[in-house]
């Protein structure tokens, strides 16, 4: 995406990768190469190239293996770890939801803190549910009960913390459809901490994942997750991992968890051609949706089963953008000095298509960070498939 952004061959993924191999074979520290970490700090890790790169380089996994050890080298940068926690910054900032967004909403201390972490004041920071996901299913959801096949919820570190209401409509959804949902032990993903190079503690986090999750999670009761960075993460990075516990019963839960992770269309699109949701559970009222693909979906599974659930409810029409990456790329589009590059990225295709739909289509895609650069962009909303779908029902 930087490269169709700027038109620069350095930022290739051919020329990343040649950069970084020249830097291994003939420089005596190349994990000190301010020149190689200037290369690499263009690429929004979206994964593209894992899938259309003929060599099938994984630049992001490459790029996380570099950080890792230059910031070993010369210390993590505040705004770095800033990211990496943020499941930890929202967590407190949650306990006073109605006082954090007084100051998250763009005024001048909202201003004021992104100049001190480093992001654009252009801007909005993402706001604080009034309540954490985990909080409402407690409260309001965990009781309801269903003889259908139980699904284990992932309540992702954004999804739990800054949009609590789509998780919600995903719970509600899936109960709706005859499902048991339950939300299991867990802590958060580890995907920011991946985007920053810090492995070790990214390691960390999978390896009290895998142990929460490894034992419960099977065909019959899968892992089920609807922001795609974070759920996808089980099925790209996890076994990648070189954990220091090589026994068979933990090399197990890996792959358990591996082959039984789903996005939430992934799943529904299974159940869908099972048989097992039926067309007329959806009202057949006419609907057009424009539809922008996660990135990484993209390269770990596809759009084709978000394609299929969106267009199950009878007369629904969906259109897919022929986008490529949105340019926000998490925390990438927030950085001050990659911002302009972000928007120019967001101009290539996605804003004229979003700008140019018809006021009463239906703006949908599946990230976060695509729903925040679609609103930055172009002042339009777009919705998570989950909401879609569960106002579609009858």
């Known amino acids: 995406p930087s490269y169709m952004g700027s038109r620069d061959e350095k930022n290739t993924t ?17 994990f000190k190469s301010n020149e190689l970490f200037n290369i690499l700090d263009l690429c929004l890790s979206c994964k593209a190239c894992k899938t259309e790169c003929p060599a099938g380089v994984d630049m992001t996994k490459l790029k996380a293996e570099f ?27 949650s306990v006073t939801p109605y006082i954090s967004n007084l100051f998250l909403r763009k005024s001048f201390v909202s201003k004021a803190v992104s100049k001190i972490m480093g992001f654009s004041t252009e801007r909005q920071l993402p706001l604080i549910s009034k309540k954490s996901l985990i909080k409402i299913y407690n409260k309001e959801l965990s009781e309801v009960t269903s003889k259908g096949n139980k699904v284990y919820f992932f309540a992702d570190e954004l999804t739990n913390y800054t949009e609590s209401e789509i998780g919600k409509s995903a719970i ?31 390691k960390a986090i999978a390896e009290k994942n895998i142990l929460f999750l490894g034992n419960i999670i099977s065909k019959s ?15 790209d990075e996890y076994p990648n991992f070189n954990f220091k516990n090589k026994s068979t019963e933990f090399q197990k839960k890996v792959k358990n968890l591996k082959e039984n992770s789903f996005t939430l269309e992934e799943f529904l699109a299974k159940e869908m051609q099972a048989g097992k949701i039926k067309t007329a559970q959806f009202h057949t009222n006419e609907r057009e949706i424009l539809l922008h693909g996660h990135c990484q979906e993209k390269a770990v599974a596809s759009t084709e089963s978000l394609k299929y659930v969106l267009s199950f409810p009878k ?5 897919e953008i022929k986008s490529g990456c949105c340019g926000m790329a998490g925390s990438f589009g927030y950085e001050k000095e990659h911002y302009k590059l972000s928007m120019k990225i967001g101009e290539l295709v996605l804003f004229p298509a979003v700008r140019s739909a018809a006021a009463k289509s239906i703006i949908c895609a599946s990230g976060t960070s695509c729903r925040h650069q679609i609103k930055d962009g172009t002042n339009r909303k777009a919705l998570h498939p989950a909401e879609i779908l569960f106002r579609a029902l009858c």
């Not at 910031?71 to 929202?90: D, M, Q, T």
């Not at 005859?178 to 920053?196: C, D, F, M, N, Q």
């Not at 007369?315 to 259109?319: D, F, G, M, R, S």
């Open 67 to 93: 950080l890792q050890k230059y910031y070993e080298k010369k210390g993590f940068p505040l705004r770095s770890k800033i990211v990496a926690n943020n499941s930890k910054v929202n967590k407190l900032l």
């Open 172 to 202: 509600l959804l899936l109960q709706k459809l005859g499902y048991s949902v339950e939300i299991p032990k867990h802590i958060e993903s580890g995907r920011a901490s991946l985007s920053k190079g810090m492995l070790k503690r990214a």
């Open 14 to 30: 051919r020329a990343r990768a040649n950069m970084l191999r020249e830097a291994l074979t003939n420089d005596a520290k190349p």
């Open 221 to 235: 009761s899968p892992l089920v997750g609807i922001e795609p960075s974070a759920i996808l993460t089980f099925r």
């Open 315 to 319: 007369n629904y029409n969906v259109t």
